[in-house]
């Protein structure tokens, strides 16, 4: 009897991903997983929760951490673990941390202080109005009031056809670096949201999940801490 003796190729090693810096970050998703599944890769390889950053190609995406979340396991925590956000694997290096929430005025505030304990701005819940759901609004220091805005009912129909086309060119991309929550499944469905300040759209999200930054003066901490509280 014949044995087929050939071996089945093994995927290639792949490099270590590696932290990349926090300050310019452009794109981001906060998950455990570290190298998405893709055609050239059968199963999705995790790593500690973080604020991730894609990162390689679409046969081989990557999402490098920027900013790691807080564990139960380490002293001294200022905030809950999932609002914490530390520079370094190892929670050495504290970068910042969403206090727990007061109530204003019927408002949820949120204050997000950095790694001195200095509050670097607000995260405010706005109650809803029927028919509409609630907001969220991001008060920064020296800056307009970022505010929510639903991306897709927003500006004219040829504005709104636009969106619709430049975001079917995105999806598939998308669905494979930004999708998968922390325990690697799809998350469910999120409200897809522009933020702006003034008239200038500064960031985009879906629900808190993915979020993109369009402006440089945006304090990329105030936007991760958006993403750690959620669209609640």
């Not at 008060?139 to 500006?155: L, V």
Request: net charge positive; glycine share 6%.
């Amino acid at each position: 009897m014949a044995f087929d003796r050939r071996k089945r190729a093994k995927a290639p090693e792949e490099s270590p991903v590696e932290p990349t810096p926090w300050a310019s970050v452009r794109e981001f998703v906060i998950s455990s997983v570290e190298r998405p599944k893709s055609p050239k890769r059968l199963r999705s390889v995790w790593g500690k929760p973080a604020v991730r950053v894609p990162t390689g190609s679409s046969d081989c995406p990557t999402l490098a951490p920027c900013a790691f979340l807080g564990s139960s396991s380490v002293p001294n925590l200022p905030s809950r673990p999932e609002l914490t956000l530390y520079e370094d694997i190892d929670a050495e290096y504290l970068l910042c941390y969403v206090e727990e929430p007061q109530e204003v005025k019927r408002e949820k505030h949120c204050v997000v202080r950095d790694s001195e304990q200095q509050a670097i701005g607000t995260l405010r819940r706005i109650p809803p109005k029927r028919p509409f759901k609630h907001t969220w609004r991001i008060d920064q220091p020296g800056h307009p009031t970022i505010i929510g805005r639903n991306e897709w009912a927003s500006g004219t129909t040829g504005q709104a056809v636009a969106r619709v086309a430049i975001r079917a060119t995105f999806e598939a991309v998308d669905s494979a670096l930004f999708y998968a929550g922390t325990d690697g499944r799809p998350t469910s469905k999120a409200r897809n949201l522009e933020r702006l300040a003034g008239d200038e759209v500064v960031m985009t999200s879906e629900g808190g999940a993915k979020v993109k930054i369009q402006a440089d003066w945006v304090d990329r901490r105030l936007a991760f801490a958006f993403a750690l509280v959620g669209d609640k």
